[in-house]
DNA sequence: GTCAAGATTAGT
DNA sequence: CTAATCTTGACG
């Protein structure tokens, strides 16, 4: 994505895609593009290549399984919100919020998808690690793990808590590439100890080894 | 009040 | 394997 193609130009993601259980959303975020603009208004984005389901009743290993706390609130925000929290005291992970269609009332639980790693499509010069030695996130590379998605995309907790809708400086675009059901591998979610037997990761194949 | 664990990552 | 570093829940 350079000079005329931009991802400016790629329409958003229609919210109605996401009043369902997480579980449901998570494979078909798969090929939309998390795009920011955080960084001195200048556009990073990647398509997303792997997602996680957290939530509802029964998800032991969701922030939202013990009720609401401060850090959690935008997690209970309804479907077509970011909910952003830090991550052993020094990460930044991203979700976005998912669930039925409660017309504006509370969730009596949360729901959303973990962001868990991104093909860089936008923006690759100006994604910059926090940490490490090399700073610089290598073009047409995946980037791996939660932290560092927010840190390529420069998402921190300024963003917790704003609507996909209107966004300010996030959003996440339509998908632009269909994947069919070979293509996504189904696993067990990634450094939990609850819930371990839940297969709520979902990640595109062929991508581990870039 | 203390303490341990956690949807993580980088360096030894 | 361990450090880094913040929030929460259990305990008393």
Not at 6 to 16: G, K, N, Q, Y
Not at 127 to 153: E, N, Y
Request: aromatic fraction near 8%; charged fraction near 20%; glycine fraction near 10%.
């Amino acid at each position: 994505m350079h000079g005329k193609s931009s991802v400016i130009s790629i329409p958003r993601l229609a919210l109605s895609s996401l009043a369902h259980p997480a579980p449901e959303v998570a494979p078909n975020l798969l090929g939309c593009i998390l795009v920011s603009s955080t960084t001195n208004g200048v556009i990073t984005a990647g398509m997303i290549t792997e997602t996680e389901a957290y939530g509802g009743p029964n998800d032991e290993a969701s922030h939202g399984f013990r009720g609401k706390t401060l850090r959690n609130r935008s997690f209970f925000l309804p479907y077509g919100h970011f909910y952003v929290y830090r991550s052993y005291g020094i990460h930044y992970c991203v979700n976005i919020t998912t669930g039925h269609d409660d017309g504006g009332a509370p969730k009596t639980y949360a729901e959303g998808v973990l962001v868990r790693a991104l093909l860089p499509l936008d923006g690759i010069k100006t994604m910059r690690r926090r940490r490490g030695k090399d700073q610089t996130f290598p073009a047409s590379k995946l980037t791996a793990g939660p932290g560092m998605v927010t840190q390529a995309l420069g998402i921190s907790i300024e963003q917790d808590g704003l609507p996909l809708k209107n966004a300010t400086n996030v959003w996440v675009t339509q998908p632009i590439k269909v994947f069919i059901k070979d293509d996504i591998s189904i696993t067990t979610r990634i450094g939990i100890t609850k819930s371990k037997e839940l297969n709520w990761r979902f990640r595109l194949k062929d991508m581990s080894s870039n």
